[in-house]
């Protein structure tokens, strides 16, 4: 079986995955994380073309748009050449409407902005803002852009989650 990364793992710790995260363990995690990774200072302690999975679970909503270019090219450098990126963001064209509809909507501000500490606590409130949002072709260039191809969306969650933005990609 080969490599299998879950990156930015928060509370969805994977078994039979290598979980990184810039929190060892998330209050609400069943365990820590395997290994601790700042996306935004941090190279993915691997050797080039060795991970068969990456899965990115909300890594970018996380990220100012400036880190955006340097952690594709590090999860890029890390996927083997076979390997399967799986991205997972909010769908900003969906939640925005719903907010223009309802400002008041709670949903929305956690979706837009990020939690800040509601559901975490104030410790963690600094790892939990949203820092930039997509759309299904915005996340689409900027996978395209950073030399990701057959970028496909894809459901992986129940429909409770109206906010998914989930899509499989390969390293070009």
Request: proline content about 4%; some cysteine.
């Amino acid at each position: 079986m080969g490599l299998k990364l879950n990156l930015a793992a928060g509370t969805d710790i994977r078994d039979g995955w290598l979980n990184l995260d810039v929190v060892p363990k998330w209050d609400l995690a069943v365990r820590g994380c395997d290994i601790i990774w700042d996306a935004r200072t941090d190279k993915l302690p691997f050797l080039d073309n060795t991970a068969d999975e990456i899965y990115a679970g909300y890594l970018l909503l996380h990220l100012a748009p400036k880190y955006h270019v340097p952690v594709l090219q590090e999860i890029r450098r890390v996927l083997s050449p076979t390997g399967t990126l799986m991205m997972g963001e909010v769908d900003m064209e969906i939640v925005m409407r719903m907010f223009l509809e309802n400002p008041e909507d709670p949903r929305c501000h956690d979706l837009i902005w990020g939690e800040q500490g509601s559901t975490h606590g104030d410790k963690l409130a600094d790892f939990d803002k949203h820092c930039h949002g997509f759309t299904e072709a915005s996340l689409r260039k900027r996978m395209t852009d950073s030399g990701f191809t057959n970028c496909q969306r894809v459901n992986i969650h129940c429909k409770e989650v109206f906010y998914e933005l989930t899509m499989t990609c390969q390293k070009a």
